[in-house]
């Protein structure tokens, strides 16, 4: 009985396995949102924003980031309605929605020195979105949905105690997230890192940059909670720095020719200094 609601379940959703592949990695990707209900996403979550964080129009904060956001959107090759947005808060973050909007708080600038970082952090972001990361976490969850309440369901028709079948039932919900949801999201997170330092790379910005950046964050892991890496849903900083290591002769290869081609010197952006908040750019 159980088999063969598995598979009518299931299968369906597990053939569309296959149908999409991340830009630069080439990853296999589960997708089962159509684009038109991923841009809904964004411009839901959009709105939501609106309402609830302070939009700023200070230039110190707007002009580096549309610059170095346009740059880097047109790196993308994707003909997106790229807008960008910078909320008035002092949390060193940043996201791009699904529909290419990114939204870049100005905590951040407390940690970038040039238009080169900066584009660490939004190619990161824009990364996520170019990859459909969003659809592709969606379709994670409703498949690990589906699989849990399956197994739910089929441990339920063999246990008769109410106190096994929470014990059960806990299991399983902590089972999928430590050993399925939690991995696939540092996973996107890296590939995120991969893509955004081709991206700014491709844009013409040097992708040591990166490694400079980075190299500030690591300091905040080892101040922050000691989280276990299994609990995380980012990858720790260090790890991600050893990451940047691998992929940076691809990138700088894409970087010298670039420069070849047209010569850029990264813009400085001043800030002023101050200790870190403890809380690592998503």
């Given at each position: 009985?159980?088999?063969?609601?598995?598979?009518?379940?299931?299968?369906?959703?597990?053939?569309?396995?296959?149908?999409?592949?991340?830009?630069?990695?080439?990853?296999?990707?589960?997708?089962?949102?159509?684009?038109?209900?991923?841009?809904?996403?964004g411009?839901?979550?959009?709105?939501?924003?609106f309402?609830?964080?302070?939009?700023?129009?200070?230039?110190?904060?707007?002009?580096?980031?549309?610059?170095?956001?346009?740059?880097?959107?047109?790196?993308t090759?994707l003909?997106?309605?790229w807008?960008?947005?910078?909320?008035?808060?002092?949390?060193?973050?940043?996201?791009?929605?699904?529909?290419g909007?990114?939204?870049?708080?100005?905590?951040l600038?407390?940690y970038?020195?040039?238009?080169?970082?900066?584009?660490?952090?939004?190619?990161?972001?824009i990364?996520?979105?170019?990859?459909h990361?969003?659809?592709?976490?969606?379709s994670?969850?409703?498949?690990?949905?589906?699989a849990?309440?399956?197994?739910?369901?089929?441990?339920?028709?063999?246990?008769?105690s109410?106190?096994?079948?929470?014990?059960?039932?806990?299991?399983?919900?902590?089972?999928?997230?430590?050993?399925?949801?939690?991995?696939?999201?540092?996973?996107?997170?890296?590939?995120?890192?991969?893509?955004?330092?081709?991206?700014?790379?491709?844009?013409c910005?040097d992708?040591?940059?990166?490694?400079?950046?980075?190299?500030?964050?690591?300091?905040?892991?080892?101040?922050?909670?000691?989280?276990?890496?299994?609990?995380?849903?980012?990858?720790?900083?260090?790890?991600?720095?050893?990451?940047?290591?691998?992929?940076?002769?691809?990138?700088?290869?894409?970087?010298?020719?670039?420069?070849?081609k047209?010569?850029?010197?990264?813009?400085?952006?001043?800030?002023?200094?101050?200790?870190?908040?403890?809380?690592?750019?998503?």
């Amino acid at each position: 009985m159980m088999k063969r609601i598995l598979l009518t379940t299931l299968l369906p959703l597990l053939l569309v396995l296959g149908c999409a592949k991340a830009p630069v990695t080439g990853r296999t990707q589960l997708i089962m949102l159509d684009p038109q209900q991923e841009q809904a996403l964004g411009f839901q979550a959009e709105q939501e924003i609106f309402k609830t964080e302070k939009i700023t129009k200070d230039p110190r904060f707007t002009v580096p980031v549309e610059r170095v956001g346009m740059r880097l959107a047109k790196a993308t090759g994707l003909n997106l309605d790229w807008k960008f947005y910078v909320i008035e808060k002092d949390t060193p973050n940043a996201f791009c929605l699904a529909n290419g909007h990114v939204f870049v708080y100005t905590g951040l600038f407390k940690y970038v020195d040039n238009d080169a970082q900066l584009a660490t952090v939004m190619g990161h972001e824009i990364g996520h979105a170019i990859a459909h990361h969003v659809a592709e976490k969606v379709s994670v969850n409703m498949l690990t949905g589906i699989a849990t309440a399956v197994a739910v369901a089929a441990v339920n028709e063999h246990v008769k105690s109410n106190e096994e079948r929470m014990l059960y039932d806990a299991a399983l919900g902590i089972g999928s997230q430590v050993g399925v949801l939690l991995p696939y999201s540092r996973m996107q997170e890296s590939e995120a890192d991969h893509i955004g330092l081709i991206l700014m790379a491709e844009a013409c910005y040097d992708p040591r940059e990166a490694l400079k950046f980075w190299g500030k964050f690591s300091k905040l892991d080892r101040k922050g909670p000691q989280v276990p890496v299994y609990l995380r849903t980012h990858p720790l900083s260090a790890q991600r720095i050893e990451k940047l290591k691998q992929w940076m002769p691809q990138a700088l290869e894409i970087y010298n020719h670039c420069q070849r081609k047209s010569p850029n010197h990264s813009i400085k952006i001043p800030r002023k200094r101050s200790s870190p908040l403890g809380m690592p750019v998503s």
